[in-house]
């Protein structure tokens, strides 16, 4: 789950909320996301920009590994309608920072011990909007 307490900074807004399904499949060796927003709204400048994966364990601010959306920089909508704000499939090329060059399964090994999170930021909170550690089920 996602919520607004757990994005390390001044601003609390615990009326913004989601959860990210993460479904890794070893047949193609690809990560496929959906991500689900809530208390964002078009209206009051809450618009969705960037969606991340970073590295991380709670209270520790970390590098980003995967984007799942960059509006700033062109790629992909951060917004696809009420509710859901992003879906796709992605793969080892799409890893960077640290992880770049790196396997799914090195990404998959930090999730599994906890030391990632996603990360959203909105137009009205460039320095982020609300962060959630992701665990596996």
């Known amino acids: 789950d996602l919520d607004s307490y757990k994005e390390y900074r001044d601003?609390?807004?615990?009326?913004?909320?989601?959860?990210?399904?993460?479904?890794?499949n070893p047949n193609f060796n690809d990560l496929s996301y959906e991500v689900y927003l809530e208390g964002l709204s078009y209206l009051d400048g809450d618009d969705v920009e960037i969606i991340q994966i970073h590295?991380?364990?709670?209270?520790?601010?970390?590098?980003?590994?995967?984007?799942?959306?960059?509006?700033?920089?062109?790629?992909?909508?951060?917004r696809e309608g009420p509710g859901l704000s992003v879906?796709?499939?992605?793969?080892?090329?799409?890893?960077?920072?640290?992880?770049?060059?790196?396997?799914?399964?090195?990404?998959?090994e930090l999730i599994e011990y906890g030391e990632t999170y996603v990360y959203v930021q909105s137009r009205d909170h460039p320095e982020g909007e609300i962060r959630g550690q992701i665990h596996p089920d």
């Open 11 to 24: 601003y609390d807004n615990s009326d913004v909320h989601g959860i990210v399904y993460l479904t890794y």
């Open 55 to 78: 590295l991380g364990i709670p209270g520790e601010n970390g590098p980003t590994v995967l984007s799942l959306c960059n509006e700033k920089k062109g790629k992909g909508h951060c």
């Open 87 to 108: 879906e796709g499939i992605l793969t080892e090329k799409d890893l960077k920072g640290p992880l770049k060059g790196s396997s799914l399964d090195e990404l998959l």
